[in-house]
């Protein structure tokens, strides 16, 4: 029923920025959580930032101060503003959405490759 669509990704140069998007499709009943994550090359996925439903943000601490997790609910549009992109930073970026009761939804992923 719920599905999740990233967007925004690309190669950028170190020091550069992005913003991914990730639209949100089906009903957003019980979600209580939705959050962004990323794999890159060679290592498990892992959890970038997040945002409960009562607005409360977490950070990962190798992308604090530098992304910024929103939301705009009327658009059921989750942001992720990347800043002062490294090269660690590079990898697949996925957004997930949790239901109550440990439900996970998924997107694709979106890819990001920083140069150095």
């Known amino acids: 029923q719920v599905q999740l669509v990233e967007s925004g990704g690309g190669l950028v140069q170190a020091g550069g920025s992005l913003r991914l998007s990730c639209a949100v499709s089906g009903s957003m009943f019980s979600i209580n959580f939705m959050g962004w994550y990323r794999r890159a090359p060679g290592k498990q996925r892992e959890s970038v930032a997040n945002?409960?439903?009562?607005?409360?943000?977490n950070y990962a601490d190798s992308v604090k101060g530098r992304f910024t997790i929103s939301r705009d609910n009327a658009k059921n549009t989750v942001y992720l503003q990347m800043n002062s992109l490294k090269p660690e930073d590079t990898g697949v970026y996925y957004c997930?959405?949790?239901?109550?009761?440990?439900?996970?939804?998924w997107g694709q992923g979106t890819q990001v490759t920083v140069s150095s």
């Open positions: 945002i409960m439903s009562g607005g409360s943000t």
């Open positions: 997930a959405a949790r239901r109550g009761p440990g439900t996970w939804y």
